[in-house]
């Protein structure tokens, strides 16, 4: 089993900056593909960005060049810098860990951290 922690949510007036952080237990994290994954009320969850054990990523439109996803793999943890947030991009933003070798497609998901952009 896999646990994921996110951290680093809270409230921020738009324009402005903040960093998530996931915390992902296990042996081979460097081989966990992690993503983000955001929920507004009244909305299916949608993917924000995603990195792979090579360091391939990729992003929603809605927030290429303002997010970076990033891994650090001593650490086990992934991060996501979020700059230039808008309202929209209030939600709960959630962790995902993907074991390609024993759960494939099964992705371990974190509890969630707020994310409330406003003024």
């Known amino acids: 089993q896999v646990q994921v922690v996110e951290s680093g949510g809270g409230l921020v007036q738009p324009g402005g900056s903040l960093r998530l952080s996931c915390a992902a237990s296990?042996?081979?994290?460097?081989?966990?593909?992690m993503g983000w994954f955001r929920q507004a009320p009244g909305k299916q969850r949608e993917l924000v960005a995603i990195?792979?054990?090579?360091?391939?990523?990729n992003y929603a439109d809605s927030v290429k060049g303002r997010f970076t996803i990033s891994r650090d793999n001593p650490r086990k943890t992934v991060y996501l810098q979020m700059n230039s947030l808008k309202p929209e991009d209030t939600a709960v933003y959630y962790c995902?860990?993907?074991?390609?070798?024993?759960?494939?497609?099964?992705?371990?998901w974190g509890q969630g951290t707020q994310v409330t952009v406003c003024s």
């Open positions: 296990g042996n081979i994290f460097s081989m966990y593909t």
């Open positions: 990195i792979n054990s090579g360091g391939s990523t």
């Open positions: 995902s860990a993907e074991d390609p070798l024993f759960r494939p497609g099964q992705p371990y």
